[in-house]
């Protein structure tokens, strides 16, 4: 069969990228006989060439080293979604098993809302539409067991019977069977679930599976809502729901809590929790002008919350009350509604934190926070704790302007990375920049590789938020696993550390095409897929 | 939610069986009720699958459904996998011959646009679960009650922030023609959310000087005790509806299409 005039196109781009690895590789070859060329003459002249040498085959490993794969399958390339606030699960078991989700509906309408799933370690993706509660989800986080392809899910279900938000958790024995999740837990008033999982390793409790799904309960009295349920026993018939309020403090005139409630877990049974507790707000959150100061708290569990005072374990080591304040007072903007000058994404902080994986190490943890400041507008900060959470580094180990959507990961040789998303340039020129950073060195040193570098103002959002309130990454082993969500023109110059698309694209004319490679689709928003390896 | 029909399904295609027993989609291990079928022609579908007219799709059979290769076949299908190609969930499927009378009824009604065949059975199936069914037009929009204003100290603590916020909106629709159910007066009272939120980006937003036709359903969500402004000469007692599916408006345009539905909705039962 003749291939369409687009598919060559396809086709074209293809051979046009292997011919650009192609070229690196030659002139890498290239450069190597300059530098041995080099060696016969004088040997400072050597040196000189070597240093050159060796610089760009670091930058051509770092390309090489890079995977970075637009998830929307060939299947759906008529689509054009808004397909923000992604989300990432990686089975550490076989991280070819790779489960990715984002505001993304259903493509016929049915009664379950759908995630994205890989098999051959995200070089391709599947929709799956096994998500109960219609057929998107008004948020939705995943985390896989730790030990095979059982995945859970906290979500806010779309058919709330009323205004309310309405949280449920899910399970599903394999994530990549056709057949609808498992429903845990479901109720009403709780924001912004975000689930973790693992496997208890050792002890009496080896092989039980643990979930942990932090959210912003309005069901909450006294207006403490950060709130953390958990199962001990997540696999089994009845998995026995815990809820403990993590918020022990007033919220004073705020009256509740941020939404953000992450958590990061220790094969050890160290278990942390961060959240922003609300302390007062000022401003009109109509009128898309609320700002909120909070302290940023964390809290802790050294036996995976199996003890009668769950999550009690950090107390603040200046009030003594039950979580460790890393910073307090911070000032955060609580947008209704994304503004352009914002890049379109409407702002309402970003938290993240990440214990060190390796073994005797889960007194090393990191947290990453927004606030907003008057020179840098709104900016992540880093910091980090090498005694459970007690003290932390008096000042930011980095600090980021116009960022927002921090994730952070440690990867098995303790090498700590953060995924985030920043604004650069001014008015039309305004750009989404995503990077990583990865420090070796505990934070005193920073790399920084770009994976995608896309317009602020193109498309046009449809809905808030544009990119989402999150992103995520997390660590397997040496290598980085990560989603973001950003503008999908297949310009390769959007990407510097090049990508892969599934659906139909025409890289030369730097257009999208549709399931027949003949119509132009007009750009959107799409979740990007990347593994870096570490 | 109700449960998928032939008449509700999303997708309908005629279509060709090419292979039982099989799939053309690598994630579909288990083909034992699998059949890959060629789309020979689409009765109605969503934009985003509106292209696959022959492409081979991969179609998971309902549970007491046979076919035998090379038949020729009407199917209504759910999704199921979107991957390299298509898979989907068959509710059933009706011989060419059986399925030609609503086939043709449905290009007649949609001027042969699949698409638009799609939405159309939307908003049928909007217009048969709403209590109302009015011609009519957008007289005045203004904030629901007890819509959150600035915030002073004591009532910051009262109300919760939420990204999730509805910030309702009230319509006052003045009713020109009622198709389906009964209005105690000229106005009804539409409440919709005017929020950009993910939660109620694709409710309508509507405006003053919007003329169409409205699936009205009583307003269970709202949790809104009284008018606001705008509808403030309503009765205290009058119901007020929301709309908060996009197939809940049509266009003034359509108001024949609507009608013909629900006449004929009415004749059956």
Redesign the interface.
Known sequence: MRKPKRAKANAKTNAKAKATTKARKVTRGKAKKAAKKATKKTAKKAVARKRGVRGAAEAAASAAGVLLVNVIPKSLSSETNQDSEPMIAVNPANTNQIVATAFTPDPLEGGAAPYFFSSDGGKTWTLNTVVPGGDMTGDITVAFSGTGPALYAGILRRDSPDQSTRMAILRTVDFSAPTPMDVLEDRQEPDQPFAQAATVANGSAAGKQRVFVGSNDFAATGGRTATLDFMLDAAAANPGLKKVRLERRSTGTAGQDGPQVRTSIHEDGTVYATFYGWRSQTGDFGANTLKVNADVVVVRDDKWGDNQAPFEDLKDSTDGVVGQRVVRNVSVSFNQTGLSANGQQRMGGTLSIAVDPRSDNSGTVYVAWGTDEADTGFTIHVRKSTDRGVAWSAGDILSLPHATNAALAVNSDGAVGLLYQQLTGTGPTRRWETHLRRSANGGDTWLDLTLATTPAATPVKTFDPYLGDYDHMLAVGRDFYGIFSASNVPDMAHFPNGVAFQRNVDFDTRVLLDVNNQHSIPPSIDPFFFKVSG | ?AP?TKETA??AFRGTVKQKGAAN?K??ADTSRTVVVTVDEIVRS???????VG?DVTV?LAADEEVRNGERGVFY??????????A?QSVGHDSVPAAQPMVAASARAADGDPTRAFLQT?ARERAERAAVVVTGKVVAVGLADS?????T?TA?????????????REAVVEVQAVHKGAVPSQQVVLRFPA?????W?RSPKFQAGQEGVFSLHTD????RPQFGVAAASMAATATAFTALSSADFQPADHEAEVAAVLSAAAATV
């Open positions: 939610m998928v999303a997708f989609l994630a579909i969503p934009p985003v699958l509106a292209g696959f492409h998971q299908v759910t999704g199921f996998v979107f991957g390299e190609t298509l989907v939307r819509e959150p204003t600035p915030l100290a910051i603590t009262s109300r919760r922030v939420s990204e999730h916020e509805p910030f309702w929020s950009s939120d993910v939660r980006y269970q969500v709202s949790s």
